[in-house]
T-cell receptor, first 113, second 113 residues
């Protein structure tokens, strides 16, 4: 089975802190994604990566950056956390091909105080 | 830009009954895929069912089936013989030329005993 893991299920940070969210997948997928999930807004794409060291902005990239140094690992970085970044963050991966399903991690519930 | 609309924020159904979740989408593409994802309270998102736009036959996966109306741009999910384990948030999603998904805002389904 494909497994996508995220470094933390729950995280509490203070305003202004630099925050790293880590995601690892074990199926050699080329493409990885970071989403933000908020009640009533569904899932919104923050960034995605289609190869090592390659990244593209999604729909809401402001305040975030990403890093993909190895194929299996995709990191989301909040350079200076703010309270409006309190949310659930989901990582996903997929092999190339539009009919394929995305595999999701369990999510990280981030609270910024 | 593609949009996906789920007009029912919440629904409930009695165990063993049938329920239908609605989804409409907007696109100018002719070749695309539609998905229903399920997110149980434990938060791991999983694929329920997918439909290729070029296939007229509606997809079926055990108790889950879709009613795909391409002309109307409608893609509803029917759950037969509802079970308590079907309680979850359900997301409709769309993809066309790339592997990026556009999600609806979700429908929270509660199955009552």
């Amino acid at each position: 089975d494909v497994k996508v893991t995220q470094s933390s299920r729950y995280l509490v940070k203070r305003t202004g802190e630099k925050v790293f969210l880590e995601c690892v997948q074990d199926m050699d997928h080329e493409n990885m994604f970071w989403y933000r999930q908020d009640p009533g807004l569904g899932l919104r794409l923050i960034y995605f990566s289609y190869d090592v060291k390659m990244k593209e902005k999604g729909d809401i990239p402001e305040g975030y950056s990403v890093s993909r140094e190895k194929k299996e690992r995709f990191s989301l970085i909040l350079e200076s956390a703010s309270t409006n970044q309190t949310s659930m963050y989901l990582c996903a991966s997929i092999t190339s091909g539009i009919r394929n399903e995305q595999f999701f991690g369990p999510g990280t519930r981030l609270t910024v105080l | 830009a593609q949009t996906v609309t789920q007009s029912q924020p919440e629904m409930s159904v009695q165990e063993a009954e049938t329920v239908t979740l609605s989804c409409t989408y907007d696109t100018s593409e002719n070749n695309y895929y539609l998905f229903w994802y399920k997110q149980p309270p434990s938060r791991q998102m999983i694929l329920v069912i997918r439909q290729e736009a070029y296939k007229q036959q509606n997809a079926t996966e055990n108790r889950f089936s879709v009613n795909f109306q391409k002309a109307a741009k409608s893609f509803s999910l029917k759950i037969s013989d509802s079970q308590l384990g079907d309680t979850a948030m359900y997301f409709c999603a769309f993809t066309s030329a790339s592997f990026k998904l556009t999600f609806g805002k979700g429908t929270l389904l509660t199955v009552n005993p």
